[in-house]
């Protein structure tokens, strides 16, 4: 089973400011299968990013992924107030199917 | 666009199964793949598995030989059940559409597993 660790656990940032949240997997990710969520109190996820960088339909153009093999980011240019909240990575390369435990991104 | 609405009883004794029905609206559920996933309250989700059209299943080891997913394509529906459960799945349960990644969620049903 692949482990996703996502760093740091908790992110305190200002609205304007840039994010940088981290993807680390035990083991290569296949295809660099690896997608992004976003989650907010009483929703669902919401798919941001698969194949490491591609966006899903409606994502703005400030979120972008990035990376391959085991180390993968998600990066928010410049910071909205609706883009704090809890963030996942999750991989399909393999089975099982796995998510990292999250990055809460929080307004300081 | 897709919806989805998950449906079944929001408390279950331990011991007893777990069953949640899926209802799928917008789109043909010989379409895609379609998922079951749960989350424990303050954790992070967790694939349980997922089902085509045709049968073809795949389930998380973790859960092997408790769950089944089953669809019923004269409905557009796909259930799950999950059998012998304990407090450890007590969680929300979604049910997706999925290509690998999860492209559409239900609103997920709070699932307590308590006597």
């Known amino acids: 089973e692949i482990v996703l660790t996502q760093s740091p656990g908790t992110l305190s940032l200002s609205p304007g400011e840039r994010a940088t949240l981290s993807c680390r997997a035990s083991q290569s990710v296949t295809s660099n299968y690896l997608a992004w969520y976003q989650q907010k109190p009483g929703q669902p996820p919401r798919l941001l990013i698969y194949?490491?960088?591609r966006r899903a339909t409606g994502i703005p153009d400030r979120l972008s992924g990035s990376g391959s093999g085991t180390d993968f980011t998600l990066t928010i240019s410049s910071l909205e107030p609706e883009d704090f909240a809890v963030y996942y990575c999750q991989q399909y390369g393999n089975s099982p199917l796995t998510f990292g435990q999250g990055t809460k991104l929080e307004i300081k | 666009q897709v919806q989805l609405q998950e449906s079944g009883p929001g408390l279950v004794k331990p011991s007893e199964t777990l069953s949640l029905t899926c209802t799928v609206s917008?789109?043909?559920?010989?379409?895609?793949?379609w998922s079951w996933i749960r989350q424990p309250p303050g954790k992070e989700p967790e694939w349980i598995g997922y089902?085509?059209?045709?049968?073809?299943?795949s389930y998380n080891p973790s859960l092997w030989g408790r769950v089944t997913i089953s669809v019923d394509r004269s409905k557009n529906q796909f259930s799950l059940k999950l059998s012998s459960v304990t407090a450890a799945d007590t969680a929300v349960y979604y049910c997706?559409?999925?290509?690998?990644?999860?492209?559409?969620w239900g609103q997920g049903t709070l699932v307590t597993v308590s006597s």
């Open positions: 917008g789109d043909s559920i010989t379409s895609s793949y």
């Open positions: 194949g490491a960088s």
């Open positions: 997706t559409r999925n290509n690998g990644y999860y492209i559409d």
């Open positions: 089902i085509y059209y045709s049968g073809i299943t």
